[in-house]
């Protein structure tokens, strides 16, 4: 059974950074996508970033490129969201979630099938 763990979240003020965490365990799949979504109170689950563990594609949100990085570890089986330059509308809960290798962007929840519980990010001054 796959299981997502996340971790990393807290609190910043704007313009601060943070690094989030997704550790992967009981993947059947040599490979697979990894996407980070976030979810704000009120709000519907917004895709933030993926990558492909095949090939190592990225994807951004219009919201956070140039801000937020996405990388791998394979030795620790995790995937990491750096995220810099926070503003107050980044605040939500996090979540990573596993999907199809073939996977290229996070856009639609229904497509990743395994999440995590989440982590809360707040970007407050």
């Known amino acids: 059974q796959v299981h997502l763990v996340e971790s990393g979240g807290g609190t910043v003020q704007p313009g601060g950074s943070l690094r989030l965490s997704c550790k992967v365990s009981g993947a059947t799949r040599q490979y697979y996508t990894i996407g980070w979504f976030r979810q704000a109170p009120g709000k519907e689950r917004e895709g933030v970033s993926c990558l492909s563990t095949s090939d190592g594609m990225t994807y951004y949100a219009d919201s956070v490129k140039g801000r937020f990085t996405i990388s791998r570890d394979n030795s620790e089986n995790a995937v990491y969201l750096q995220m810099t330059s926070l503003r107050p509308e980044d605040t939500g809960v996090y979540y990573c979630?596993?999907?199809?290798?073939?996977?290229?962007?996070?856009?639609?929840?229904?497509?990743?099938?395994?999440w995590g519980q989440g982590t809360q990010v707040t970007v407050s001054s």
């Open positions: 979630a596993m999907g199809d290798p073939m996977l290229v962007v996070a856009k639609d929840p229904d497509d990743f099938h395994s």
